[in-house]
């Protein structure tokens, strides 16, 4: 019987070709407005590290001026200062910490026929690698030990190593970076990320780090960051000032495997900043925080307004494009009342109708989806081709697709299932007399 | 009232040509209850289309009511149908999502006529059919036979000079049918011209005159009716509705 | 007009006027939300910088290794760049507006003052900024050669004369005499004095707000980050291309021992920066536009229906008079009243969804001027999407009435 619904349906729609494009059409529009916007809203705010993302924080304290908050709305600065990173990593108090900051480097290459050119790397301690496991292609990550020593070593990403060394094991050679040798321990595989969630202060959408060095070495050789650098007092000269000033510069993440451990590193913080406070330093109120990494991520909102906004204004243009097909198919089924009676006299059930013009505006909605997941196969290389640091994020999945195809169909039946309802209440005879 | 005078009316496709009407010839004079009769396909409906201004011909002379139509635009035509004739037709064509006083208000709207006349034409005429308490009612809650009336008063409310009817007991059973035909007659007797298209011998033996088609061509033509002069009273009431 | 039978006769089919109202209501309160959300994007991307966009470019260079001294480097890049054909002028300097990256700092009118009386980014530049930005001088002077200092980032920074945009000088003294003021950059810096004012600069970060975008400052020093310094260069007018090839090669040869970054010319660096407002505008003048022609096409569709659905009525119409026009302007008017009512949802499901932006994204209130110019727009949609179905009706012919089925 659903074979011949379905070509009963299908003749239908081709006898009106005009309507039947415009249904299609239609719903296709709507679907791929909506799954484009969706399909960069969802990738944009997806977990990055589901299986740990509430137990890695981002440590926030309240370091700045008694007259002036950091955020008007009394958020705290969203770095850290060098004393209080390096204050905390000492402490040792979490599962694992890492102190970070971007750094921008001069490479050597020893390859003489490769100029030298400037990379963008991340300066952290051993932990990072444990905390947001990165999987290695060749060796692995340096140890606390080397934290300590301040070891001249460096982790390269896949993409420099590959610039380098032609992509080869290159762990125990060195690279030449701002006329320091440093010895690789270790080469990352792909890492692909959707957003650079470890940090989220200079732009979600960055490009990825394509080195790791220690953390001490770095402050050893004097390397001030790259990023965003905020005072709220003008520090004195020299960089041991610096490092002892209220400047934050510095992004530090805890990983606390329990809700105890938590708690725990929560009244440590507190304790800390009481300390600190005896000393002169935070006058403002204690105001510590330690979102996790998707509480940080809406924190920053690494999803952009305008994308929320697109997405919102998408999902009004489909609900249009639907009362479109809802207008339409009650247009075409009204008309074929006729033959409503004339299949109801004939012994046709309510319920055979019904199937049969179900099946008609399904029809019409897998088409649409089918058009909708091509347009919007298009719309994200438009997204690309509009915002270039989206790449990441302006990608198809599977789950997008099934989410589609689902989204046509049911929004296909349930336009299509009022104008079937109003179709299936014709009496049998009430047609026939003419 | 309506003279046609060797009318042709040709259906031309790129093959073939079909005569519906040759040489055909009539004369209604006013107050006149004239039957136009054939079997089916024989170019009454033709002839009624023609009538009525519905449809322009390809030869011949028509006057309506003196007006020779020949050449009219159509808006003029319009014009003319709206002021002239009423219609009545075999399937009624109220229109469903319009109650019975709007429906009587449709030609009269067209007309131009202001608001209290159009209200007082629309009254009178559905208190004419006996349908006055039912103004508010549509269509579809009234038998066949309270439609055809709602059809007639539509046609009456503007008061025609020549009411078309194009088979209007067809869809109706005999005891409805025979209300309708009354009314007709009733009609008449104000003085209102009728032309009603039929295959039923027995309804047109109720006309003061018959007249047969066949093949597009007026077979029994009967120069001398005998015409029923109107009361003069009758004819008075027909003016207070004009 | 016959508003009142049209408007009961469509009572009678309420979904279908239903249908195409919700169509119509949302499409106004789209339309007008995202013209509104296109206009400010717009307005956004073209608010001057007050420099000279078309005949400049800037770039860095980033030295390496022991023994480089930036701060030779620099004065000898300074002169190489000056002398160079088709050069008109060029500076050194940390930052350039739009460029989304520079230094802000607190600016007080007294000493040790505890909340800062406005907020401006410092240009950190030498004596040949104005004519190489183009910055239009309104009052004092251009720094003097002897007032440029040079500093390391690790040092206090210091200045005793600063020039500023018009816009922070009238925030900082209101009556307009700023001129030879004495100003405090952060908490416990010496006095700097005004000598100039220019009439625009902008700061380096577009997503300030149209109040405080023009707080800039030029502070006359040389400080270069670490080893890396940066330069503006204007070329000669329509020459802009070709120098900026030379520099690029020139800069390189000069020092092996360093890297020069991507040359960007200021109109890039403008599109760069407004590159979202510029997708954000686009995407919404295609949702409008796809919108629009879905509602059209529905009206289309939908008039189309009617008017088969009610050819017998119309043929019926037509038999009591009614001319062609009667017809068209029939359907034209259907098509008026359902258009009028859902643009009056329309209009208060705009308002609703501006206050929703309003709450949820800062977003200012949509101007009242937007709902009764979309309504203009919409009934313009309306009456032409309808015309093609009414003039069809328009040519059913009367004689249709009479055919039996």
Redesign the interface.
Known sequence: MFAYYLQLGLRSLRRNPILTALMVVGIGLGIAASMTTLTVLHLMGSNPIPWKSDKLHYVQLDNWSADDPFFDDGRPPDQVTYRDAVALMEAGKADKQAAMFKLSLPIQPENKELKPFQSLGRVTYADFFAMFEPRFKYGGAWNRDQDHSHARVVVLGKDINEKLFGGQDSVGRTVRMNGVDYSIVGVLDDWKLHSKYYDLTVGAFSEPDEFFMPFTTAIDLKQRASGNNSCWKTPADGWDAYLDSDCIWIQMWVQLDSPARLAEYKSFLDSYVGEQKKLGRFPRPINNRLLDVTEWMRDQRVISRDVEVQTGLAFAFLAVCLVNTIGLLLAKFTRKSGEIGLRRALGASRREVFAQFLIESGVVGLTGGFLGLLLTGLGLLAVRALYTEYKTVAQLDWSMIATTIVLAITSAVLAGLYPTWRACRVQPAAQLKV | MLKMTHLQKVYRTHLIETYALRDFSINVREGEFVAVTGPSGSGK?TF??IA????EFTGGQYQLDGVDVHGLN??KR??L???KIG?I???F?L?????LF?NV???L???GFAAPDRKKRIEEALGRVGLASRMKH?PSELSGGQQQRVAIA?ALA?SPRLLLA?EPTGNLDSLMARGVMELLEEINRHGTTIVMVTHDPELAARAHRNVHVIDGQVTDFDDEPTLRKPALDDSTAAEAVA | MELRPILSALMRSKVSMILIGLQVALTLAIVCNALFIIGQRLDRMHRPSGMNETDTFWFGSNGFGQGYDVKAVQQSDLALLRQMPGVADATSTNSVPMSGGGWGTGVNLQPKQKTQTARTTLYMVDAHALDTFGFNLVAGRNFKPEEIESHTQSERLQSAAVIMSKALADKLFPNGDALGKQIYLDDDSPASTIVGIVERAQQPWVWADNDSIENATLVPTYLPYGNSTRYLVRTEPGRRDEVMKAVEQKMSEANPSRIIGKLRSIEQVRREAYAGDRAMAIILGAVIFALLGVTALGIVGMASFWVAQRTKQIGTRRALGATKFDILRYFQTENFIITTMGLIAGGILAYAFSLWLMQNYQSPRLPWYYVPIGFLCLWALGQLAVLGPALRASRVPPAVATRSV
């Open positions: 409906t009624l289309n009525g201004l519905l449809e159509d808006d319009s014009k149908r709206n002021e219609f037709f075999q399937s064509n229109i469903p999502d319009l109650n709007d208000d449709v030609p709207r067209y007309r549509y539509r503007g194009d």
